[in-house]
């Protein structure tokens, strides 16, 4: 009965504390994706590259301050795709590449909801 009850706590600690992480990394992810959608893509649009870089550097701080914690529960492959993603999009900023730079943000707004969406306890996720 003993083990039961260890085993139960431990189970409890486990998914409780697997999903105060989920909110916090939620609530960082979303705000990228709302930074991504509703201002560098609309100001790489516009063609306002200096702002379009100014909004990307906001996304790129929020990611590296939450780094390390994403590398304890995230899958090092995803979090590594998304760094890549994260250059290609900075470097077709850089370089003024109006479609690239588009395509590339919408494809690392897609990797962010991924990386949520695959990490979440679900039945789809479980088996």
Known sequence: MRALFISL???????VSWSIFLVYAGNAINDMVD???YETIEKIK????Q???????????????KRKIYSVFFDANSIGEIEGTIAKAKAYINSQDQGSAVAEIAHLQ??????????????????
């Open 110 to 127: 897609q990797q962010f909801s991924f990386l949520l969406e695959n990490e979440k306890v679900t039945l789809e996720n479980i088996f």
């Open 51 to 65: 702002n379009a870089q100014k909004s990307f550097k906001q996304v790129i701080e929020i990611w590296q301050s």
């Open 35 to 37: 930074i991504l959608e």
């Open 46 to 49: 516009n063609e306002n590259w």
């Open 9 to 15: 706590l431990s189970l409890t600690i486990l998914v």
